[in-house]
Nanobody
Framework: QVQLTESGGGSVQAGGSLRLSCAASGDTDSSNYMGWFRQSPEKGREGVAAISRGGGFRIYADSVKGRFTISQDKATNTVYLEMNSLAPEDSAMYYC?????????????????????WGQGTQVTVSS
């Protein structure tokens, strides 16, 4: 099991930036992928970005490509989501997730049902 704790959410104006953090503990070496997801009343839960254990693979949702960057610090077991050029439609609860069972073909790394460990979420609100 992997325990996940998100932080870094908040309220910003459109065009602003935020960096989300996800601190992982427990059996972190078993995580093949770490992902960021977001959920809003309008869109439900959607995959935003994911990174492989070694960091050599990253995938992004089309809606955030060029604006968001996922990265990780293996020394501290922390995954980050750098979000730039934020827009009101980016407002959502953001969740960190870990997958500990097997490798996936693209773009399954952005499907929430592929992840079994979830954090509690951090709220991001972007005002126009």
């Amino acid at each position: 099991q992997v325990q996940l704790t998100e932080s870094g959410g908040g309220s910003v104006q459109a065009g602003g930036s935020l960096r989300l953090s996800c601190a992982a503990s427990g059996d972190t070496d078993s995580s093949n992928y770490m992902g960021w997801f977001r959920q809003s009343p309008e869109k439900g839960r959607e995959g935003v970005a994911a990174i492989s254990r070694g960091g050599g693979f990253r995938i992004y949702a089309d809606s955030v490509k060029g604006r968001f960057t996922i990265s990780q610090d293996k020394a501290t077991n922390t995954v980050y989501l750098e979000m730039n050029s934020l827009a009101p439609e980016d407002s959502a609860m953001y969740y960190c997730a870990a997958r500990t069972t097997g490798w996936l073909v693209n773009p399954l790394q952005l499907q929430e049902r592929k992840y079994g460990n979830w954090g509690q979420g951090t709220q991001v609100t972007v005002s126009s």
